[in-house]
């Protein structure tokens, strides 16, 4: 064979590929089995969410919310809640609180199933598909029980949740619980003794603590590094000042640390659970000042007593604008990393701007930087341990 | 550390930088003149007490109408160590709509300047590799511009079966209200 002939070869990796979770397009420039080169395209599901959003009241933009990241739309919904919260200042109900963060961890929970059905199944692990879903379709059911749908859920309102749950629901959904930690060993069982799971995941893929930092991640794919920062934690929101529960941190930052944090985070999102149906209190699910289902188009009223400003330039009409344009930022933790949504108003019913900061586009743009010099049968192994949803990736 | 004492550590080290600040609901934000925005940003990044050492978001913001320059870009700064956060917002004008990158401070800032040229086209000097990343290549307008049009009026043109669904959903509001 002349080696001098050898050239490199250009391999298009999707967009319609069963291991890379959605439309993402990765061109790959191989060199033998090793890449040279990795160039991620995104944006075949963009919808436009932000700019529909203007031109749609804060209460119809609820629904968007929910097509972003699919798999968890909850989370979503909660996200853009406490966002428009802050802005109209209102208070939520401690039941709705609690109601919110049992709903959030049960759509964390369904979540990560899907994250170690898939993750497992490319790399070759068949068998904890099956388990993984038998158990998302029982959370499923009880997302259906309480909210009516079973991915697309728009239950929270701003200002508390849509409807209360019942008796029902908590005697099911404690069950569930209590059976969950023996079946997340089951789920390690079947996985953690496997040589091929072992020698595919530990020191693949790895992302050191201050390049994960740099590079923006959240979530459990920043844990996995060994960085300590939980958006429940460093800015409670809902209950989750108010329950017990510990962030599962790595050391090595490879794909085997990043599946050990979401194991346990399985255990920690059912201790979460466990609290809040036991301490869930009685009261009201919505606050009295939360704006009605058909929002008048008329000017929000909107507190602004604690605005504060200062301005340094002369000669510049600017005190009526900063007056007018308030703005929030809120974020929530996903079950893929820190999602924000950034909110300027303008006192009208519709928000003038919002921004979705979405973990999963950040996730993909580190896809190079995982990839460039590694097999190409770890592309799937690291499109697989950051955990992208190509939905709320290209909004 | 208090948002305010940020601010003022920021007015003391930029003082001709510095045009307002605002807090609203605990949150500062800080507008600054968009030719220092790397020196504000790498001075957050590395002075000790402060160490922002995360950019959380990075978007932009088109105020048509309301303000001249017209656009914002806005960081969102977080510091892991000390758990605060602060909003800085650089003015850009329509004309010469361009400013500094900051893809070699944060890598993370890479795509979220491509995703802001593709939305509003605002163009980041020192960038990589500054190319659409949600949009196709020859997509006309920047989307998220408030000139351009959110519908846009098809006439006949329009599918048919949309049309008709859009009567139905009329007659359906009419009922009920």
Redesign the interface.
Known sequence: MNLENTKELIINMGPQHPATHGVLRLVLEVEGEVIKRCIPYIGYLHRGVEKLSEDLTYVQSLPLTDRLDYLSSMVNNVGFCIAVEKLMGIEVPLRAKFIRTILSEMARICSHLVWIATHALDIGAMTVFLYAMRDREKLLELFEMVTGARLTVSYPRVGGVRCDINEEFINELSDFINKFPERVEEYETLIDKNRVWLKRTKGVGVITAEEAINWGLTGPTLRGSGVYYDVRKFFPYDAYDMVDFEVPIGKNGDIYDRYKCRMLEFRQSARIIKQCIEKLPEGAILAEESPKIRMPSSPLKIDKNDIQFEIYVEDRNIEDFIKKFTDVYASVEAPRGELGFYIVCDDSAKPYRMRVRAPSFVHAGVLPKLCEGALIADVIANIGSIDIVLGECDR | MNPTEIVKRL?DSFPEE??????????C?VTVKKEKNREILLYLKNTPSLEF?????L?A???LG??EPRFDV?Y?LMS?KH?H?I?IKAEVPEQGCCISSVADI???A??FER?CFD?FGIIFKGHPDLRR????EDWNGF??RKD?P??SDLGDKEWKTYRELKEAARGWKDNES
């Open positions: 007015k510095i045009l307002w600040y605002r807090c609203f609901r605990n949150e934000d050492d995360y950019l959380i978001d978007t913001v088109d105020y309301f303000r806005v969102h892991i758990r956060r909003r944060w890598k993370t890479d795509w995703e939305m990343i949600l949009l196709p989307p998220l351009y959110v519908h």
